[in-house]
């Protein structure tokens, strides 16, 4: 059941994000942005947490889990460091997804062909 909550959560965020470039004039980035944000905004409110246990990586792969994860260190090192922690603690939780998504782009553009589009 954890497979089919997963598949039809992260699918639902999929569908709004394809309805959004289709029927808006936004640009993927600005929906990119736009996911971020509401992930951040839904993880501060205390909504985002409950959709994330209850869906698994259906909720935290999609970018809106990024921003989740970035309150979430906010949250925590704020709590622990005091004010400083709004400046270290999204990085920091998020540093390995940093990480992966530098590395795996490296890895892409080594074993591409750059090239302009017509």
Do not use: H
């Not at 990586?57 to 925590?76: D, L, N, Q, R, T």
Request: charged share 10%.
């Amino acid at each position: 059941m954890d497979y089919i909550n997963a598949f039809w959560v992260g699918g639902l965020i999929c569908v709004v994000g394809q309805i959004l470039i289709d029927k808006t004039k936004l640009t993927p980035a600005r929906i990119l942005t736009g996911f971020v944000v509401a992930g951040v905004i839904l993880g501060a409110v205390g909504l985002y947490k409950p959709l994330a246990e209850f869906a698994g990586a259906g909720a935290s792969v999609p970018i809106s889990g990024f921003g989740y994860v970035m309150c979430e260190g906010v949250k925590e090192v704020l709590a622990q460091d005091g004010a400083l922690g709004i400046l270290t603690g999204g990085l920091t939780s998020a540093a390995g997804g940093i990480a992966a998504a530098i590395f795996f782009g490296l890895i892409a553009a080594l074993c591409t062909k750059s090239g302009d589009k017509f």
